[in-house]
């Protein structure tokens, strides 16, 4: 299957700071991008829709002044986490449709441990 | 979006064939139904994907009944590799859609020696 990558697999930040994280497609080009966050023992919550060449998506409930998302490139997506704080420890992942296969099938990058001290 | 249902876990041995059943009543005409497992501290891996009738490929078969409101995804002689959490997913893949995805519970699949 489409290989998508994650920069950087962890990342520990003081409060107060903030932290991009990358999602890039390697061999294939993504006109949408998707971020998720996951707690511990949780399921994967949508975070927001990303699309190339336009704003983003952002579900009900997400702050897109907090988190904020650039895609600027057929194979690139960045997540930034502006002012992060404790609560905004967490696991993010990323994904990107496969427009190449039948069902657009979407491909999950291996994910960014954030810890926020 | 559909909403899907699993159950929350299962036991199984190593060797033995699982099958996990998610029901979707409110699927959609043009709907695909997707399966992912997830380890722990890594993203989701597609495992396989489908419409109707039966779907086959080298980890996994997916069975999806005429009236498409469930799906079961069926993992020959598991081993203990096999332990993770297993997600049904529900959605419209088409090009005119953004293919969102929204996760359920999952399935923790815990497999003994």
């Known amino acids: 299957g489409a290989v998508v990558s994650q920069h950087p697999s962890r990342v520990i930040c003081k409060s107060g700071t903030s932290v991009k994280i990358e999602c890039r497609s390697l061999d294939f080009q993504a006109t949408t991008m998707f971020w998720y966050r996951q707690f511990p023992k949780q399921s994967l919550m949508l975070m927001a829709t990303?699309?190339?060449?336009?704003?983003?998506?952002?579900e009900q409930g997400v702050e897109k002044d907090k988190f904020l998302i650039n895609h600027a490139s057929l194979t690139l997506s960045t997540l930034t986490v502006t002012s992060a704080h404790p609560e905004d420890s967490s696991f993010y992942i990323c994904?990107?449709?496969?427009?190449?296969?039948?069902?657009?099938?979407?491909?999950f990058g291996p994910g960014t441990r954030l810890t926020v001290t | 979006l559909a909403k899907t249902t699993q159950p929350i876990s299962m036991d199984s041995y190593e060797g033995q064939e699982v099958n996990i059943t998610c029901s979707h009543n409110n699927i959609a005409t043009n709907d695909y139904i997707t399966w992912y497992q997830q380890f722990p501290s890594q993203g989701p891996r597609f495992i396989i994907q489908?419409?109707?009738t039966k779907v086959t490929n080298e980890v996994a078969s997916l069975f999806i009944p005429a009236d498409r409101k469930s799906s079961t995804l069926s993992l020959p002689r598991v081993s203990l590799s096999d332990t993770a959490v297993y997600y049904c997913?529900?959605?419209?893949?088409?090009?005119?859609?953004?293919?969102?995805?929204?996760f359920g519970q999952g399935t923790t699949l815990q497999v003994k020696p």
């Open positions: 994904s990107a449709r496969d427009l190449r296969t039948v069902a657009y099938e979407q491909y």
């Open positions: 489908g419409y109707k």
């Open positions: 990303s699309n190339e060449g336009s704003k983003a998506t952002y």
């Open positions: 997913l529900v959605g419209d893949m088409g090009s005119g859609n953004t293919g969102k995805l929204i």
